[in-house]
């Protein structure tokens, strides 16, 4: 007789998986697109933030479940060595402050490295929130990094390129 494998069954495999390939990776020492050894942790901000698809005054989408992709101009990244971190947006007449604390890794798949991270609510662990957000890292060259994230937007996919410096 055949078994039927539940849904949850599935899910919790994919979900030891993905916790199986993250604790494979080093969260805060990884080689950058360009093959150099990065250090990932510290303070980081986002200077400047490019569109790749559509123009900046045209695109109103929220990012990350949050706010404006606008918003996050000038927002400020912690990133931890264990994984854990948080961002903050600075309330300004179109943006809301927020702060938020997130769990992060980067991982590696078909050569392309991506940070990822989860958003964490008061008294979440990490291991029990089951999505997040995923960025191809673009450039990663000392005390600069470029994430871009895919948009869909008007029936097409526009790229938003975040800009960061290391503080």
Known sequence: ????ISKRTVALCLLLVFITLGACTSPSKVTGPEG??????????????NIE???KGSLKVSVFDEALYSCFIGSQW???QNGNGSYTIAANDNCSGAQRKIFW???TANGVQYFQFKKLNEGDKAKQVTEGYRLQIKSLQGSTM????AVPFEGKTVYINYNFSKN
């Not at 007789?1 to 039927?4: G, P, Q």
Request: glycine letters at 6%.
């Open 1 to 4: 007789m055949r078994k039927m």
């Open 36 to 49: 150099n050894a990065v250090d990932l942790k510290g303070n980081w901000v986002v200077n400047d933030i």
């Open 53 to 55: 698809g559509a123009s």
């Open 78 to 80: 912690t990133l931890v």
């Open 105 to 107: 890794s980067v991982q």
């Open 146 to 149: 470029v994430l871009q994230s």
